[in-house]
Structure formats: structure tokens, C-alpha cells
């Protein structure tokens, strides 16, 4: 913690400066991460960040799994970017931001990964909160020979656009919503189905309950179900804390792979847990977006799951429906899920071994059920 104090202290008085001079500066500190002692460099040339990074974004003088990822995927536009409010600046030291902050000219740019070929029934693989698509790279192949498969990285994720808030997106559920439903027209035809984990599951409900007729089937895994589980833990709602927020969202291993791994019984590789942590290291644009999605899930997201609940129990609701709920969830607790499950009519699943992220603890078991979900409903 001392450390992290230091590097801190380090980036405030960097951030403190023009920014030309900020970026100019070499600050030649090393930060061992706290999972098998490699290290990663705060002295990042330009390009890689924005000039308002924790950590600059070196890690690596090497390949790494971040860049294996980002070469199979391909960037999708959808959604336009609103208003023109100027150059976006951080909201403590009213620095023009880099590139990485900045919203794109006119639609905004999500990344996407593809398994299968496009002739197969789409399925599109739905992070949650805070994930990324990389969470399915175990899934995607067990569905590949039979489906289209995309997982995508949400607005504020991984390699998608990260907008300053205020400055052309909000970060609101709302919003994410409506972002939602333009991505999957621009991804998908007439049939498809839907697997979303965790946080994100009332937004894509609110997307379903509108075109249901879109809809083979929908597999939700550990959302939101009941009132209890509207709170969000410690480890996410420290984002949205006022000031402390604003600190803890530019810290890379806080904000990335600290808090995925304190939802489960997580034994993460460093090599996967740098993939999580690289946003947060090469750009403050992925902070800032975890400050400002925090903020909004405390704000909406017990309604948001209160409707969820009504749409998913009303009779009106025709999609085929299965939750598979990873037990050993830290964040959610599995107390009551049944009785959800039975009063709703929708299967459940159960992973005894799985945490709330169940596509990165389980991934390849959770692939085997999601196949085989798909093919009985067929």
C-alpha cells in the first residue's frame, strides 16, 4: 500500500504540471504487481497514454495476451456520439485529455471478437461489471463449431471507446442501453441469442423486453436478481465515492483485476491479469469511465432491477430464459435465487466452483452448458 501511496504522490505532481512537460518527464519508478512479482514501468513513452495515466502502460518489452486479443477482434461502429462540447479535460486538474478520452468524431467504436462462422445462429457474449470481453476467450471456442459467437467490450471497457464523461456519452444506464440496442443491429440479423454476466444483465433485459421476437434464447449468468443484490459491493462502490472515487478509479490494479478477483474464488494468472489491468495502465480514460459507471449503477440500478424482475416474471415474457448462477459468488448472494428461478418458470444452472465471473473462473465448463442450452432449445 506504501507503494502504490508513492506512485500516487508521483502521478499527482506529474498530472500537476502542463502537459507537454508531464509527458516529457521520465519518471524511471518500477511498481511490482501484487500476483508473481513482474513488474511494469512508469516511464511509458507518449504514445502509449493519454498524459493522465496511473502508470504510463509499459509493462512489457515483449508480445503480451493484451496484444494477442486486440489482433483477433475488429472495431464495430454504432451508436452516435452526441453534441460537440470541445476537447474533453479531466475533472480535477482541467487538463486537456489524449486521444484515448477524447469521443470519437461521429459513432462510437466498440471492440469485438468473432468465433464460428457468420452462416452459424449468432450468439453475442455480454460482459459485466467491470469485465471485458477477453473474460469469454474460454467460451468462444466451445461455441465456435456450431454458432457465431461475439463478445464485445463495452463503452468504457477494454479496447471500445472511452469517452470522457460529458463529452459525447454519460455513462448512464440509460444511455447504455440505448448504445446497446445499436450495436446489436449493427452485429446481428434478424435471430439471435443473448448471454450477459452480472451487473449489465437489467440493461440487455430492458433491450429484450422490447424485441422479443429478436430472441432464440437469453442466458443470464449471476445477475442482479433481488432486492438485496441492488447494493454493490465495497469493492465497486468505492468508485463512486466522492474524491476518493475519482483516486481509486486511476489506481490499474484497484480498478482491474483487485476487483474481479475479490467477487470469487479467483486464481488468476498475471499474464490475464495484466490484460485486465492494461486500460487502466495506458490511458486515465478507463478510470474516469469506472468513476462515472459507478456513480450510475448507485443511482439506477435497484430500478433497473426491479424491472428486470417484473419483465422476467410477467406472462407476456416469451424469450426461452436460463440463469446459471455461479455459487461461491462473493458479491451476490445465491440465498433466494431459486425461489426467483421458480416463480419465474426459467431454468437454472448451477456452477458449485464459480464465482460471480463465472466466464473467467469456469469458462470452458460454462461454454460446454451455454452449447448445450442452445442446441436443446433448438
Known amino acids: 500500500m506504501a507503494v502504490l501511496t508513492a506512485v500516487s504522490a508521483l502521478c499527482s505532481l506529474t498530472r500537476s504540471l502542463p502537459l507537454p512537460l508531464a509527458r516529457s518527464r521520465k519518471l524511471g519508478f518500477r511498481c511490482r504487481s501484487s500476483f508473481g512479482g513482474n513488474e511494469y514501468l512508469v516511464d511509458a513513452p507518449e504514445s502509449a497514454g493519454d498524459g493522465f495515466s496511473f502508470s504510463g502502460g509499459k509493462y512489457s518489452d515483449g508480445p503480451s495476451r ?9 472495431m464495430v461502429k454504432a451508436y452516435p456520439v452526441y453534441g460537440g462540447k470541445g476537447k474533453a479535460k479531466d475533472p480535477i486538474f482541467g487538463l486537456t485529455l489524449g486521444s484515448g478520452s477524447q469521443s470519437s468524431s461521429d459513432v462510437f467504436r466498440w471492440f469485438c471478437v468473432e468465433a464460428g462462422s457468420s452462416s452459424n445462429p449468432p450468439v453475442i457474449l455480454i460482459h459485466g461489471f467491470p469485465s471485458q470481453s477477453y473474460s469469454y476467450r474460454k467460451v468462444l ?25 460529458k463529452y459525447g456519452f454519460d455513462y448512464t444506464l440509460d444511455e447504455y442501453a440505448s448504445a446497446f440496442e445499436s450495436l446489436v443491429s449493427a452485429l446481428a440479423g434478424d435471430k439471435f441469442s443473448l448471454v450477459v454476466q452480472g451487473y449489465f444483465a437489467p440493461v440487455v433485459i430492458k433491450y429484450a423486453s422490447c424485441h422479443q421476437d429478436k430472441l432464440s434464447d437469453l442466458i443470464l449468468i449471476n445477475p442482479p436478481l433481488m432486492e438485496k443484490h441492488t447494493k454493490l459491493p465495497s469493492s465497486l462502490a468505492l468508485f463512486s465515492n466522492f474524491l476518493l472515487g475519482e483516486v481509486f478509479s486511476q489506481d490499474p490494479l484497484r480498478a482491474s483485476d483487485k ?7 479467483y486464481m488468476m494468472k498475471e499474464e490475464d491479469a495484466m490484460v485486465y489491468r492494461r486500460p487502466y495502465l495506458t490511458s486515465g480514460s478507463s478510470g474516469f469511465a469506472l468513476n462515472a459507471i459507478s456513480k450510475a449503477m448507485k443511482k439506477d440500478l435497484k430500478a433497473y432491477v426491479e424491472a428486470m424482475r417484473t419483465t422476467l416474471a410477467s406472462e407476456t415474457w416469451k424469450i426461452r430464459t436460463t440463469i446459471c448462477w455461479g455459487v461461491r459468488d462473493r458479491w451476490l448472494s445465491y440465498d433466494g435465487v431459486e425461489e426467483v428461478c421458480k416463480a419465474s418458470n426459467h ?20 461454454g460446454k452448458i451455454i452449447s448445450q442450452i442452445l442446441r436443446k432449445n433448438k
Open 66 to 74: 493484451s496484444d494477442e486479443w486486440f489482433a483477433q477482434g475488429k
Open 141 to 165: 471456442p466451445a461455441l465456435s463449431e456450431d454458432y457465431h459467437a461475439i463478445a464485445f467490450d463495452w463503452l468504457g471497457f477494454g479496447f471500445s471507446d472511452k469517452p470522457q464523461p
Open 259 to 265: 476487483a474481479l478477483t475479490s467477487s470469487g474464488p
Open 347 to 366: 431454468k437454472l444452472v448451477e456452477l458449485p466452483m464459480a464465482g460471480h465471473h463465472v466466464q473467467e473462473d469456469s469458462g470452458e465448463e460454462l
